[in-house]
Nanobody, 115 residues
Framework: VQLVESGGGLVQAGGSLRLSCAASGSTFSINVMGWYRQAPGKQRELVAHINTGGGSTHYADSVKGRFTISRDNAKNTMYLQMNSLKPEDTAVYYC?????????WGQGTQVTVSS
């Protein structure tokens, strides 16, 4: 499975961005996809994940009500709509895919929120 993120950039506080993660390869084997982020000097943390079957979702408390994760199975693409962005959302955002036997990561996309 290969993952490619896009959509990062620089935005002012209160603004919005939409991240995309395009999956290729053995996409039929993916059970869960998620977004993680890593800020400088901090550990990588889960932002949100979505079950590719039933579509159930989970969000970190810090982004609930502001971020929305979704997926388009026909396009093998996952999205993260980020609204009401805060400076503390600044990080490199990574796409992750879980199969029954492995975990895959994208290269990451930088999101910078200015105050």
């Amino acid at each position: 499975v290969q993952l490619v993120e896009s959509g990062g950039g620089l935005v002012q506080a209160g603004g919005s961005l939409r991240l995309s993660c395009a999956a290729s390869g053995s996409t039929f084997s993916i059970n869960v996809m998620g977004w993680y982020r890593q800020a400088p000097g901090k550990q990588r943390e889960l932002v949100a994940h979505i079950n590719t079957g039933g579509g159930s979702t989970h969000y970190a408390d810090s982004v609930k009500g502001r971020f929305t994760i979704s997926r388009d199975n026909a396009k093998n693409t996952m999205y993260l709509q980020m609204n009401s962005l805060k400076p503390e959302d600044t990080a490199v955002y990574y796409c992750n895919a879980l199969t029954g036997w492995d975990s895959y990561w994208g290269q990451g996309t930088q999101v910078t929120v200015s105050s």
